[in-house]
């Protein structure tokens, strides 16, 4: 059961990334013009606070990215299920893959009732102590 | 009247095959040679391109920027603002040619470029060249012999990073307060909308000292970050979205510098009962209120995403508003009828799609629009259908910024549910109360949590009122001549004028 999950498109760009600048992490932005985007940066880059939600990994054995989102952020969003998926276009955030012409984006659909049974016993993850 | 599209016969602007970074007066190229295409979201074409800047870039400019500091901040206010107005009036005397070329980058109507980005940034320079003329330090008297002087200094030179909603406004709202405060700048345009503040910058060059102002272009993750992140600037200035702020707030926190932030938001907008006494005047203007969401295709910060209607006028208000949600002209951006054009970028495009998605996933059910707009001529634009979702504020609808023609509707059933859903947000940037009542207008605009609260009127951005945001919208105000302050340091001078010791030592 997981809370994220790539796309194998996602997962391919995540590589080609991984390759550039090293092992990555994605944290889940909200507000204005680039924003609502999962934003992808070099691991320890972004400094991960208490308050911030680790949803899980996403990719495989070969290349794994910690996905995080602020907690009240969290709150809005926990009864859906996300996929990081990828698009032709140009992010305008600090987000590692736009200069390839690609920008990651969550697709997202509902937990299934089973499903949210399984996740509501789960402790939520915070900060950086997963 | 339809304006020519750039590239075209009797098009007022064209474009040049490429251009370059702008650093100290001069246009440079980047120092690794390499460009990217920029596509235009009025129809999906590559039509110039632009340095694909690195940190080497920022570096020259930043070189540019602190060899040109100490002479500007030296330069009188009154030399400066004589700068600023002469921005001002060449802008004027390029309008037509800087709306066309706005509306050709980032897909807007020229409708709004010319009677809304360009007027209201023209005028932006002309408020900073009046405000910092009239601006006073202060002398204190702390006692018959002791003085406190407060001077204001320049921070020297900032940093500032632009988003690709209103390229040249947004520019503008950041470049005019930095200049008229004696700051050198380096400034990033966005990647999705480089080439009109470009054009802005051909025509404005001779006016600036070099290296007063220096445009470098460039992705993010290359070429923001490095300005962002550096030494070498004073203060940093964001306009985007939360993620990044807190990125730009932790560079800015290891070089111990201020920051400010515009980060989005996503604004009630409150419709009171008594709206609906009268069919009159006033009750059409709630009815324009309401569509405002779709102003500038739903890409503004403080875009009335989020409509409150009072449960008892619901049927009626709403049967108005979508009626006039449905008579929105869209299509041709360079058509002077056209009310919304393209969204920015494909990827904008697909990120509006998913929420229309996970809207109806939700349970919100869409009143009208939910689809792509496909334009006769412009298939490859980027054009969305303005929508109405109505559903409960906890939907992610409800919650997040989708940053297109798309709001989503609830009722209340009194003025305390009002206040509680309209604060029911991780943001407080915009928020707009429309009511015939004085007490009810007073009361909501002091409670909902807000940078500013539009009463009786939406989406008026003039200079000299303060925008900017509460809560995850972000730190700093806009728009105002205490943006001035952002843009100073305070020097203290504690002057004794008495002759004897004070007998400590």
């Known amino acids: ?91 305008s955030g600090f987000s590692v893959e736009a200069p390839e012409g690609v920008r990651f984006m969550i697709r997202s659909r509902l937990f299934e009732d089973n499903e949210w049974a399984i996740l509501e016993k789960e402790p939520v993850l915070t900060g950086q102590n997963h | 009247m339809i304006y020519s599209v750039p590239g075209t016969p009797g098009a007022v602007v064209n474009a040049k095959p490429q251009y370059e970074n702008f650093i100290g007066g001069k246009w440079v190229k980047p120092v690794k040679g390499q460009y990217f295409d920029n596509v235009s979201p009025t129809n999906g074409k590559n039509f110039t391109k632009i340095p694909r800047s690195t940190s080497e870039d920022i570096e020259l400019a930043l070189d540019a920027a602190h060899a040109a500091k100490d002479a500007w901040g030296k330069t009188s206010v009154a030399a400066r603002a004589v700068i600023l107005n002469k921005i001002a009036d060449r802008m004027e005397q390029n309008l037509e040619l800087l709306a066309v070329a706005e509306t050709y980058d980032n897909g807007k109507g020229v409708r709004e470029t010319l ?21 006073e330090g202060s002398a204190g008297e702390l006692d018959e012999d002791t003085v406190a002087y407060h001077f204001h200094e320049p921070l020297g030179v900032v940093g500032q990073i632009i988003p690709w909603n209103f390229p040249i406004l947004m520019a503008v709202w950041k470049l005019a307060p930095a200049l008229a405060a004696g700051n050198c700048i380096v400034l990033k345009p966005a990647e999705q909308t480089p080439w009109s503040i470009l054009v802005w910058m051909e025509l404005m060059a001779d006016l600036l000292p070099p290296g007063v102002l220096n445009i470098v272009n460039g992705f993010g993750v290359e070429a923001g970050k490095p300005l962002a992140s550096s030494k070498r600037v004073a203060k940093i200035a964001f306009t985007g979205e939360t993620t990044t702020g807190r990125l730009i707030m932790q560079y800015a926190s290891e070089n111990i510098i201020p920051v ?56 009626k208000f709403m049967e108005r508003a979508l009626a006039r949600t449905k008579a929105i002209v869209q299509g041709n951006p360079f058509d002077t009828n056209t009310m919304i054009g393209a969204q920015a970028s494909n990827d904008q495009l697909e990120k509006i799609m998913s929420y229309m998605d996970i809207g109806v996933k939700e349970g919100a059910k869409i009143l009208t629009g939910g689809k792509r707009k496909i334009v006769p001529g412009l298939e490859d634009g980027y054009y969305v259908e303005p929508t109405i979702f109505t559903g409960k504020n906890s939907m992610r609808v409800f919650q997040e910024e989708i940053f297109g023609p798309v709001v989503s509707v609830t009722t209340f059933k009194d003025i305390d549910e009002a206040i509680a ?19 009810d207008s007073y009361r909501l605009g002091r409670a909902i949590k807000a940078g500013r609260v539009w009463t009786n009127c939406y989406h008026a951005y003039p200079a000299h009122a303060a925008f900017g945001g509460y809560k995850a919208s972000g730190i700093g105000r806009e728009n105002h001549k205490m943006m001035l302050d952002h843009y100073q340091q305070t020097k203290n001078l504690l002057v004794s004028y008495a002759p004897k010791k004070l007998g400590f030592f």
């Open chain 2, 260 to 315: 400010t932030l515009e980060l989005g938001g996503k604004s009630p907008n409150v419709f009171m009962a008594d709206i609906a006494d009268k069919d009159d005047d006033f009750f059409d203007k709630c009815i324009e209120g309401f569509v405002m969401f779709a102003l500038n295709q739903g890409e503004v910060c403080t875009c009335p995403s989020r409509a409150l209607i009072h449960e008892s006028i619901y049927d």
């Open chain 1, 1 to 91: 059961m997981n809370r994220v999950e790539i796309s194998p498109e996602a997962l391919l760009m995540l590589k080609k990334m991984q390759g550039i600048h090293g092992a990555l992490m994605f944290h889940q932005s909200g507000g204005c013009c680039d924003g609502s985007s999962p934003m992808c940066y070099p691991l320890n880059d972004f400094k991960v606070g208490q308050a911030d939600v680790f949803l899980g990994f996403v990719g495989d054995e070969e290349c794994r990215a910690p996905f995080y989102m602020s907690g009240s952020q969290f709150e809005y969003w926990k009864h859906t299920h996300l996929t990081v998926d990828i698009v032709p276009g140009r992010g």
């Open chain 2, 421 to 439: 859903i309209s604060n029911d947000t991780l943001y407080g940037l915009g928020a707009g109360v429309w009511t015939r009542s004085v007490h």
């Open chain 2, 115 to 135: 009677a809304a980005d360009m007027p209201l940034a023209i005028d932006h320079f002309r408020y900073f060249a009046g405000a910092i003329r009239a601006q």
